[in-house]
């Protein structure tokens, strides 16, 4: 049960955050509202982590999916993996927009740019973690 309500919780953080990325990429020279640039950096920074979590704790050659459902049953390891390449692949998505916006439009407000670069460098943070490399 603890399990499905962290997922949950979890894909629920993302639509928002797909959300506010949505709202920004619409419209890159508008200041967004203060809930919106709240939910870009602080659920943003959340999205993120998780990300970088799932990925740190799976071997470079497995799946991300596998290292969540390794103590699951058959049926739950299989909406595990879902529920896992969604995620990862929304997260990829929303930050290649948030960055794509911030090249293509160069007064985008400090938000959107803000975002971008966070997402940037979060994302070369995932492809340590996720390939082991070592500095």
Do not use: N
């Amino acid at each position: 049960m603890k399990e499905v309500v962290s997922g949950v919780i979890a894909v629920l953080l993302l639509a928002l955050y797909a959300y506010a990325i949505w709202r920004v990429c619409s419209s890159p020279r508008t200041t967004p509202s203060g809930s919106i640039d709240t939910v870009l950096s602080l659920v943003g920074a959340l999205v993120s982590a998780l990300v970088i979590a799932v990925l740190a704790i799976t071997p470079p050659s497995g799946s991300p999916a596998r290292a969540l459902a390794a103590s699951m049953g058959p049926s739950a390891a299989m909406a595990v993996q879902v529920v896992v390449g969604a995620y990862l692949a929304v997260w990829g998505v929303c930050g290649i927009a948030l960055v794509i916006t911030w090249l293509r439009v160069p007064d985008a407000t400090p938000s959107l740019a803000a975002a971008a670069k966070s997402w940037l460098g979060l994302a070369i943070a995932a492809a340590y973690a996720f390939l082991g490399l070592k500095p």
